[in-house]
């Protein structure tokens, strides 16, 4: 009589009888005996998970995103993915057809601690064969998960287990490394951490780790598929397969140590800036940085395929815009080229090419206002370019975009989002109004330094003046 028992028993030996060498093909028996599969469809961030095994650890959160459960069996840690067909919206009213895993795009994280002992399941049910790479892990080469390389491909309809122990701590992902271009392009990939099993010189304990994947894809407005051939000329800019403004924000306490894990799944670079605050690279998927090497920046520039972790000490209140800085990547989907039209007269213009060219906007002259005002028609299925509305108006922001929130009465844990921000009495940027002057008029030529020392022989004005230098002389 086979009991649920034998299965389990059965199932180990395989697992592990296989699993000595390379990534193997998972027999029917064994597969009675995998851990249940946990899928997730939403698309809003999941409360961290916490640990209810194995060494305690400071989970992360991921945006937009959520960590895999794992089962424990005889001291390893074992997950089980499914590589199939997901539908994930990228911001209210896009959907799109993608492939992800376990539900979604991306893909569950994965969060272990160094020296854990882990088994992956993978089923694949996609219609192609794949494989899983782990993305900056030392491990057995037949883990590694290149297709053809280092294992047979996964074929469809097919679970491979992967085994290894977590050597070093850090900020890694996983991603196929079969018919890649196909595959990243439809969505496949998740975050992966590995945290210090003990207080690392080098990592420090923080009060908000939060991670995301820079993606993107090519979906013509009106369509809800990637095109799976694009090498370049990809129009959607996402984090986590999520657009502004359904990007989550990133909800701090006043005085927290934030850090952020970002990698790098495009094909492009992205100089990602944060307002009001400098931070530091803390790591990348090599490692920890030597203190030595580390300095304050407020933009970093994030290459293809690298991962970096950014720490800063979120002591300044407000709503800081976190972005990628190039400007194209803040905006959602172009549906073809726009001419440049400032300087021309286009009053009524628009409203006639648009009777030709329905989607039709002029670009530089007065904002995204022809856009908002006119309602101008979308394709279905179709995330307008860039509009969503802040506190203060019309916030012309897409794509690679979000806020930190900083906040006094942010409780630790609590990462629910905790509105706008309210300004303290005159700290908001204002127009001038009656009674004041758009400039106070001048105290001094800029040109003429009047210095209180006396008149300064000067013949060279450099930027900021040179008024109070008089010492010198
Ligand atoms: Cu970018």
């Known amino acids: 009589m086979n009991s649920r028992r034998q299965f389990l028993q059965l199932g180990a030996a395989a697992a592990l009888g296989g699993a000595a060498t390379a990534a193997t093909a998972v027999s029917r028996s064994a597969l009675a005996a995998l851990p249940e599969p946990v899928i997730q469809t939403s698309p809003l961030t999941q409360v961290p998970l916490v640990p209810n095994n194995g060494r305690p650890y400071n989970p992360v959160v991921t945006l937009n995103g959520w960590t895999l459960p794992w089962r424990m069996k005889d001291g390893v840690k074992e997950f089980h993915l499914i590589a199939e067909p997901v539908v994930r919206e990228l911001a209210p009213g896009t959907r799109a057809n993608l492939w992800g895993y376990n539900g979604s795009s991306p893909g569950p994280t994965i969060e272990v601690v160094e020296g854990d002992k ?5 089923t694949n049910k996609l219609p192609e064969h794949t494989a899983v790479h782990w993305h900056g892990q030392r491990l057995p ?7 053809g390389l280092t294992q047979p491909q996964i074929p469809a309809g097919k679970t491979f287990v992967y085994e290894f122990t977590a050597r070093r701590p850090g900020t890694f992902m996983y991603h196929p490394h079969a018919d890649e271009m196909v595959q990243i392009a439809m969505g496949m990939f998740g975050f992966w951490v590995t945290h210090p099993k003990q207080k690392h010189p080098l990592i420090a304990e923080v009060d908000r780790d939060f991670c995301f994947i820079l993606n993107a894809f090519d979906i013509e407005p009106g369509s809800a598929t990637p095109k799976v051939m694009t090498m370049l000329e990809f129009n959607l800019w ?7 403004p359904a990007i989550d924000s990133f909800n701090v306490r ?4 934030v850090r952020i894990r970002i990698g790098n799944l495009t094909m492009t670079n992205h100089p990602i800036h944060l307002h009001g605050h400098e931070f530091e690279i803390t790591g990348t998927d090599g490692g920890p940085t030597p203190k030595s090497a580390r300095w304050p920046e407020i933009t970093t520039d994030i290459a293809v395929g690298q991962m970096r972790q950014i720490e800063f000490i979120a002591d300044e209140l407000g709503d800081w815009a976190i972005h ?19 300087g021309v007269d286009h009053t009524g213009l628009a ?3 648009r009777k030709v060219v329905p989607d039709y906007m002029v670009m530089g002259e007065r904002g995204m206002a022809d856009m908002q005002e006119m309602e101008m028609p979308l394709p279905e299925n ?3 370019m860039m509009t969503d509305t802040g506190p203060m108006g019309p916030l012309e922001m897409g794509g690679m975009f979000s806020v930190l929130k900083v906040r006094k009465e942010q409780k630790p844990g609590d990462y629910s989002d905790p509105g706008w921000f309210k300004h303290p009495p005159g700290t908001v940027a204002r127009q001038v109004g009656a009674g004041e002057t758009a400039m106070t008029p001048a105290t001094r030529d800029p040109g003429t330094p009047t210095s209180p020392a006396g008149p300064v022989e000067l013949t060279v004005r450099k930027p900021g003046g040179n008024a109070g230098h008089s010492s010198h002389h």
């Not at 006043?254 to 140590?257: A, F, I, K």
């Not at 905006?331 to 080229?337: C, I, L, P, Q, Y």
């Open 118 to 122: 882990v088994r992956i399941f993978v």
């Open 351 to 353: 409203a006639k090419i």
């Open 254 to 257: 006043q005085g927290d140590r």
């Open 324 to 342: 990628c800085h190039k400007s194209h990547h803040t905006m959602n989907a172009m549906g073809h080229k726009l001419p440049t039209l400032i």
């Open 238 to 244: 996402c984090w986590n397969s999520r657009m502004f």
């Open 141 to 147: 080469n037949g883990m590694d998960g290149v297709g």
């Open 382 to 384: 179709t995330v307008p």
